[in-house]
């Protein structure tokens, strides 16, 4: 039976290996965001809506589309700087790691 990263014909050459093990990586990584994305994109959505729709109808007031518009703007504002938060921590955490190896 063959192995999921291999070749049909035999093993293949290490280099071929890890380079399907690194773009098999960028892909779950590539889904993951995307899914992330959708995830926070959705969040937003509820929580706007039921702040700035107290009333539903056929269509929006200008009203609910300005707080809407402004309350996605928020929440896309705050986890982008949560976001750069992370990604700088977790960036010092490796660079430190890799200091004291």
């Given at each position: 039976m063959s192995s999921f990263l291999s070749s049909t014909t035999g093993a293949a050459p290490p280099q071929d290996m890890a380079?399907?093990?690194?773009?098999?990586?960028?892909?779950?990584?590539?889904?993951?965001?995307?899914?992330?994305?959708?995830?926070?994109?959705?969040?937003?959505?509820?929580?706007?809506?039921?702040?700035?729709?107290?009333?539903?109808?056929?269509?929006?007031?200008?009203?609910?589309?300005?707080?809407?518009?402004?309350?996605?703007?928020?929440?896309?504002e705050a986890f982008t700087m949560v976001s750069k938060a992370y990604t700088a921590r977790i960036g010092r955490e490796r660079d430190a790691r890799l200091a004291s190896q």
């Open positions: 380079a399907r093990k690194e773009a098999m990586m960028n892909a779950v990584r590539q889904e993951m965001a995307i899914q992330n994305a959708q995830e926070l994109m959705n969040k937003a959505n509820e929580r706007c809506f039921a702040k700035c729709v107290t009333k539903p109808s056929g269509s929006l007031t200008s009203s609910e589309e300005t707080c809407l518009s402004r309350c996605l703007d928020r929440y896309l």
